[in-house]
């Protein structure tokens, strides 16, 4: 086991710079959104919320600490079998004598596919995703729903066609709630505390809820149309393609997880129903084939079925399983047993049918997972702050290390929502999809040369694209 105290406290610095260079692809989450925190300096690793962590995939009465690389302590020992492989376990193909395998070769490079110039503005990394084409098809949309508006309700004498001028400060003006938090966009007008007498110089307040009151993504239904969602299922598409094109994830950089939420357009409708779960998977990794990316799930996810099938098409997983929450299909029933006697901190099984690893590790909790990416022999850590090194399969490591980075995106990312909330679900969801690209154009922004000419934060990168699009600042950060 690891050392205590002051042993484990001096080496969880080299542990820790280790873990960066181990897990390449989460640089990018090192102080991405330029407010790190004093638990976060220096360290993409930490621990989140406890907001974050109760949303999270993985649940137990254990906390989520930093993980680390594989260390130079020995390999623990394994958890001793609680009964022998039964029969039927053995004749589906699962064995506890375990091989090494190399992990997957990727077939990709990653990250921004275009080069910015150092004088690229806010709205240049933003227009990447909505360029002028997209709000040009906005401003003809909008038009014409309140011509067809006003022939069947009546003339509104007050109404003037929109021009792609106002339809960017419109859409300033909303983009600004997310840095305000402002539920209400009116308050720009208001004169009170989240009043702003230069943004309210750029258009009336009557002017503007007249824009929101007619404002569309597509105006009519087409006669092919059979969801909810065609008013703005051209706008997620274009948006969608837009993502692919910009940016390459590098090989462990996807992360497919539904988090179940309230109310009748939520989640909660996909309880219990696995196999939307995996539909909804294959959709998300439909572009994933052929160049071995290696996924992360969490349970309503982690299925053998889906992997194996995905290991078809050259792609790889590593999931969380809960017996609750997961199809277990298909795995062994003795491994999702927990034992009479809790075994000791850092033990596991592993059971192993042709590529695809079954691990139960134990930390304050039983924790099961499914592989077919990492080799079941190859040894991970888990470093906590008060308790040192925690051994664990490879497997485990690489997780939690990637559950840390999401769970920080998450705590950051929710500051910057767009706050205005409209009563109709596709506006939701409009200004949901226009908050991710105004992140994702940030974390373009800050791998770029533009940020080394001005280091915005997120929140001043925010501010700068809502001036921008109002017209109120010169497109340049060298202005």
């Known amino acids: 086991m690891a050392e205590g105290g002051?042993?484990?406290?001096?080496r969880a610095p080299a542990l820790l710079e280790a873990a960066r260079a181990r897990y390449e692809s989460l640089h990018i989450s090192d102080d991405v959104f330029g407010e790190s925190g004093p638990d976060s300096g220096g360290n993409p690793f930490y621990s989140t919320s406890a907001a974050s962590r109760s949303s999270s995939a993985a649940s137990s009465d254990d906390e989520r600490e930093p993980p680390g690389p594989p260390g130079a302590a020995p390999p623990p020992p394994r958890a001793p079998d609680a009964q022998e492989p039964e029969e039927d376990e053995a004749g589906a193909g699962w064995s506890a004598a375990l091989r090494d395998r190399p992990p997957p070769r990727f077939e990709d490079t990653g990250g921004p596919t275009r080069k910015m110039p150092p004088s690229a503005s806010a709205v240049d990394f933003f227009q990447l995703f909505v360029p002028d084409n997209v709000l040009k098809n906005m401003v003809v949309q909008t038009n014409m729903y309140a011509k067809k508006f006003q022939e069947r309700f009546g003339s509104d004498g007050a109404w003037v066609e929109v021009t792609l001028t106002e339809m960017k400060a419109f859409l300033g003006y909303m983009i600004s709630t997310s840095i305000s938090h402002c539920e209400s966009v009116l308050s720009i007008w208001s004169g009170g505390f989240y009043s702003n007498r230069s943004l309210a110089l750029v258009m009336s307040?009557?002017?503007?809820?007249?824009?929101?009151?007619?404002?569309?993504?597509?105006?009519?239904?087409?006669?092919?149309?059979?969801?909810?969602?065609?008013?703005?299922?051209?706008?997620?598409?274009?948006?969608q393609n837009s993502f692919d094109s910009a940016f390459r994830p590098s090989q462990t950089q996807i992360y497919v997880h539904l988090k179940e939420g309230g109310g009748p357009d939520g989640l909660d409708a996909l309880k219990n129903k696995p196999q939307l779960h995996s539909m909804v998977a294959r959709s998300l990794c439909r572009?994933?084939?052929?160049?071995?990316?290696?996924?992360?799930?969490?349970?309503?996810?982690?299925?053998?079925?889906?992997?194996?099938?995905f290991e078809k098409q050259g792609i790889y997983c590593c999931g969380l399983l809960r017996a609750r929450k997961s199809d277990c299909t298909g795995l062994p029933l003795s491994m999702l047993t927990n034992p009479a006697t809790p075994p000791a901190r850092g033990q596991y099984q592993i059971k192993m049918k042709g590529n695809m690893s079954l691990i139960c590790w134990y930390n304050k909790g039983h924790f099961r997972f499914l592989t077919n990416a990492y080799s079941p022999?190859?040894?991970?850590?888990?470093?906590?702050?008060?308790?040192?090194?925690?051994?664990?399969?490879?497997?485990?490591?690489?997780f939690a290390a990637h559950l840390s980075y999401i769970c920080r995106y998450d705590d950051k990312y929710s500051k910057y929502f767009i706050s205005h909330k409209p009563n109709k679900t596709w506006q939701q969801v409009f200004w949901f999809a226009i908050s991710i690209a105004i992140n994702n154009a940030y974390i373009l922004y800050k791998m770029?040369?533009?940020?080394?000419?001005?280091?915005?934060?997120?929140?001043?990168?925010?501010?700068?694209?809502?001036?921008?699009?109002?017209?109120l600042e010169d497109a340049s950060p060298t202005h």
């Open 205 to 239: 307040q009557a002017r503007f809820e007249k824009i929101l009151k007619y404002f569309h993504v597509v105006a009519f239904r087409s006669s092919q149309t059979t969801h909810g969602l065609y008013k703005v299922q051209p706008f997620l598409d274009s948006l």
């Open 287 to 309: 572009n994933a084939a052929g160049k071995n990316y290696i996924i992360f799930t969490g349970p309503s996810i982690t299925s053998l079925t889906l992997f194996e099938e």
């Open 448 to 471: 770029s040369d533009a940020y080394h000419v001005k280091r915005y934060s997120r929140a001043q990168f925010g501010e700068r694209l809502v001036r921008e699009l109002l017209g």
């Open 6 to 10: 002051g042993g484990a406290r001096r």
């Open 377 to 398: 022999v190859q040894q991970g850590v888990i470093i906590k702050r008060k308790s040192g090194e925690i051994p664990c399969p490879l497997a485990v490591e690489a």
